[in-house]
């Protein structure tokens, strides 16, 4: 049976937060701050426990011995392909049937396309620092190599379909006025922190502070987590009333005085060192200020939306596919008419071109 595909990367919001640590998102607003109307603090609970070195390596491996007894890299293989395989399948044949065009339209991808979307998956998902990359593959029970394809296909499809993506003024007008709040700004502040599970070591932190040396090299000296190391100390961002930090936490954050080092403060059996650098006032952007935020937020809802789901169903309607067996011939399955597959929302469809 053919089926339509649509590829994307989850919507997913992922921060680090290790144990009971309190840690808010990286990401830093532009000089006049337009871009954190979008960039929100998050905080999330990591529980996963990781797994061994020699279970992360698969090149040149035939197998794995656990006590004495073979898991042989077959069984991993077939293991994969009855659990996940049609979807594996499906994004395989997507992506084959898009660099088909591409090389029928003289589309080529460089590495460099590839890393500057991976770039922005990574932004887009909140995962920064590379140990919030490592927390979030390991969550998502995927590798690095699926990070890198789901860009491939991502910067494939805007070199391809982005010709039939069309967004206008008034477009952007109307998105804009039906969603002001998403660029309103709270107050918020900027932020450095750094947690302790003992006061005392909080106060002799404290006292190296005074003593001429920086926050951040205590920071990173004293974290107690091997992960907390990578990002202990850097600038973080925090949006009053979001209600992803503890209240005490939050009240901390907004009492402290510019500029200076606040704590030790007691929260949920930790021990913090807060220095607050940047205070934010409220804000509410004008269309101006985020016209082309809007633009590029309709322009990438109208390619994976309407635009990639359209082509790919247009395209599996009209691909020759055969099944080939191990003791047979290929075996040409019926292609499904045009006609008998639906059309995906009409009304959006005809503003995806030009009026």
Not at 16 to 26: C, S
Not at 80 to 93: F, S, T
Request: charged letters at 30%; hydrophobic letters at 40%.
């Amino acid at each position: 049976m053919r089926s339509a595909m649509v590829t994307g990367v989850a919507a997913c919001l992922f921060i680090l937060l290790f144990g009971y640590t309190l840690h808010a998102a990286e990401v830093e607003p532009n000089s006049d701050g337009a871009e954190s109307a979008e960039s929100r603090a998050r905080v999330g609970v990591v529980g996963e426990v990781p797994p061994r070195p020699e279970l992360e390596v698969f090149s040149g491996v035939s197998g794995w011995v656990v006590n004495g007894q073979e898991i042989p890299l077959e069984l991993v293989e077939k293991t994969a392909a009855a659990w996940h395989g049609p979807y594996i399948l499906q994004d395989l044949v997507a992506e084959l049937l898009l660099q088909q065009e591409a090389e029928r339209r003289g589309i080529e991808l460089t590495e460099e396309d590839i890393s500057r979307k991976a770039a922005v998956i990574r932004t887009e998902l909140g995962v920064r620092s590379e140990a919030a990359l490592e927390s979030f593959l390991r969550a998502k029970r995927v590798t690095l190599d699926w990070l890198y394809a789901k860009a491939r296909s991502y910067a494939l499809m805007d070199k391809v379909l982005s010709d039939q993506v069309y967004v206008d003024d008034r477009e952007i007008e109307r998105a804009y006025r039906s969603n002001q709040e998403l660029y309103r700004r709270g107050e918020m502040v900027g932020f450095r922190a750094m947690r302790f599970l003992d006061r005392s070591l909080a106060e002799a932190a404290l006292a190296e502070i005074r003593r001429g040396r920086s926050f951040q090299e205590v920071a990173k000296e004293t974290a107690p987590t091997p992960q907390e190391r990578t990002i202990a100390g850097d600038i973080q961002y925090y949006e009053r009333s979001q209600q992803s930090l503890p209240p005490e936490f939050e009240a901390a954050l907004f009492a402290a005085p510019l500029n200076q080092v606040a704590g030790p403060v007691e929260i949920r059996g930790s021990y913090y060192l807060l220095r607050v650098e940047k205070k934010l006032d409220p804000r509410q952007f004008t269309l101006d200020d985020v016209r082309d935020v809007v633009r590029e937020q309709l322009e990438k809802q109208k390619l994976e939306q309407i635009v990639w789901p359209n082509w790919i169903r247009d395209q599996l309607g009209r691909a020759q596919i055969a099944v080939r067996t191990r003791d047979a011939t290929p075996e040409t399955i019926p292609d499904a008419t045009p006609d008998s597959i639906p059309d995906a929302e009409p009304e959006a469809t005809s503003e995806a071109t030009p009026e």
